[in-house]
C-alpha cells in the first residue's frame, strides 16, 4: 500500500497551490487534481490518506465523486471544502460519510483538525480491511468438511448435535472443531461467532 497521502481535487489552481504549500509545510505528502475526472484517472487503486474536494467543478461534481467513490467500495474519507456550499448539500454529504464540510476561506487550525480526523478514519477502516482479508485467507485454508462444522458450531449447536448432523462420530467432530480454532485463530467459540460475522457466514441479529 502506497503512504498515506491528501488528495487535492479543486479545479481553482491558486488554491490548489496555496493548499498545498500550507499542507506540505506542516508535513503531510500532497497530490493536487485540477478535476474529479482528473483524480480518477490518475489515483492509484490502492490510493491512501484522505480527499480534500471542492462541490462545484465542472465535469463530475464533488458530491457525484463521492457517489462513485462510494459504489466502487473506496475507504478514502472526504472532506469537503467549497464556497458555494449550502445547508442542504452539507447535510447530502455527511449523510453520504463525509468526515466534514467546510466552507472557503477556512481558518487553517480548522482545515488541519479535520483532515486528522480524516486520516485518523482512514487508518481505523484500512486496518479493518487488512483484518478481514487476513480472516478471508484463513477461512480459506478450512477443508469442505471444516467449513460446515464451523457454520454449525456458529450457530450454536453441540458435538454431538453436529456428529448427528454430518454422520460423524463426536470425536471426528471435536478434532475437526479444534482445527478450524487453529486454523482461524479462535480462542473461543465467541470469537468463532464474531468470526462468522466478519465473513457473511452468520446474519447478525435483528
Known amino acids: 500500500m502506497s503512504a498515506a497521502q491528501i488528495h487535492i481535487v479543486d479545479d481553482d489552481q491558486a488554491l490548489r497551490t496555496a493548499l498545498t504549500r500550507l499542507l506540505s509545510a506542516h508535513g503531510y505528502q500532497v497530490v493536487a487534481y485540477e478535476s474529479a475526472s482528473a ?13 480534500l474536494l471542492d462541490v462545484d467543478m465542472p465535469g463530475l461534481t464533488g458530491l457525484q465523486l ?29 449523510k453520504a460519510g463525509a468526515e466534514d464540510f467546510l466552507a472557503k476561506p477556512v481558518a487553517s487550525e480548522d482545515l488541519l483538525a479535520a483532515l486528522e480526523r480524516a486520516l485518523a478514519r482512514y487508518r481505523e477502516a484500512a486496518a479493518s480491511n487488512h483484518h478481514l482479508l487476513e480472516l478471508q485467507r484463513r477461512f480459506g485454508t478450512l477443508s469442505g468438511r471444516e467449513r460446515e462444522v464451523f457454520e454449525l458450531v456458529i450457530q450454536g449447536l453441540l458435538n454431538k448435535q453436529i456428529a448427528f448432523e454430518l454422520g460423524n462420530t463426536e470425536r471426528t467432530v471435536k478434532a475437526q472443531r479444534q ?5 482461524l485463530g479462535a480462542r473461543s467459540v465467541a470469537e468463532l461467532v464474531q468470526m462468522g460475522m466478519q465473513l457473511g457466514v452468520l446474519k447478525k441479529a435483528a
Open 39 to 51: 483524480f480518477l484517472e490518475r489515483v492509484p487503486d490502492d490510493a491512501a490518506g484522505c480527499i
Open 66 to 94: 463521492q457517489e462513485h467513490l462510494a459504489r466502487t467500495g473506496s475507504i478514502l474519507p472526504i472532506v469537503f471544502l467549497t464556497g458555494n456550499g449550502n445547508i442542504a448539500m452539507s447535510v447530502k454529504a455527511i
Open 179 to 183: 482445527a478450524v480454532m487453529e486454523k
